[in-house]
């Protein structure tokens, strides 16, 4: 690691000098912002509202990278957090460039790799990037874009029937 004192970061100028000891941090938010921000992040981390997330399920499926941590890793078993890490690692690599990530790193493992293994990663990373091909037509958009508007239409008409059921401040 460079000791490098011209830097624009004071604790690195301060790791340079060797006057860690003495070194303390800026506040990083000034009071006005702290005090401003601070009754709406009371207010988001009451109990009440937290415990509405407790199961976990509140992941949206088509955020597709956190998706495929979570199949790898699902939330619903404690796993830990190296299990997390390597279920992101491997998540990574998949998102990247598919899965033909996952058989090297089995043979950075020593496993044995057959020629099905091969196939299957090569069939299911073409069919993937077909899908992605074909979500991207101007009529899977249109598609979409149909099926958003009338879930907005429903919901819309779900909240006038029954009124606001989740928000800031409702569980008062």
């Known amino acids: 690691m460079e000791k490098c004192s011209e830097s624009w970061c004071e604790w690195k100028k301060a790791q340079a000098t060797g006057s860690l000891d003495s070194f303390h941090h800026k506040p990083a938010?000034?009071?006005?912002?702290?005090?401003?921000?601070?009754?709406?992040?009371?207010?988001?981390?009451?109990?009440?509202l937290l415990n509405r997330c407790l199961g976990g399920y509140t992941q949206n499926s088509n955020e597709s990278f956190n998706s495929t941590v979570w199949h790898l890793a699902p939330k619903n078993y404690?796993?830990?957090?190296?299990?997390?890490?390597?279920?992101?690692?491997?998540?990574v690599c998949n998102f990247n460039d598919g899965l033909i990530n996952v058989l090297r790193i089995m043979k950075v493992m020593d496993m044995n790799i057959g020629p099905q293994s091969y196939n299957f990663c090569l069939e299911t990373d073409a069919a993937r990037i077909?899908?992605?091909?074909?979500?991207?037509?101007?009529a899977a958009k249109?598609?979409?874009s149909s099926i958003k508007a009338s879930r907005k239409e429903n919901e819309e008409e779900f909240s006038n029937l029954e009124g606001q059921l989740y928000g800031a401040g409702i569980a008062d």
């Open 130 to 138: 077909q899908r992605a091909d074909r979500s991207l037509t101007d």
């Open 78 to 91: 404690s796993s830990g957090k190296k299990i997390l890490q390597i279920a992101s690692d491997i998540a």
């Open 29 to 48: 938010l000034s009071n006005e912002v702290f005090e401003a921000i601070r009754p709406i992040y009371e207010d988001l981390s009451r109990d009440e």
């Open 142 to 144: 249109e598609a979409r």
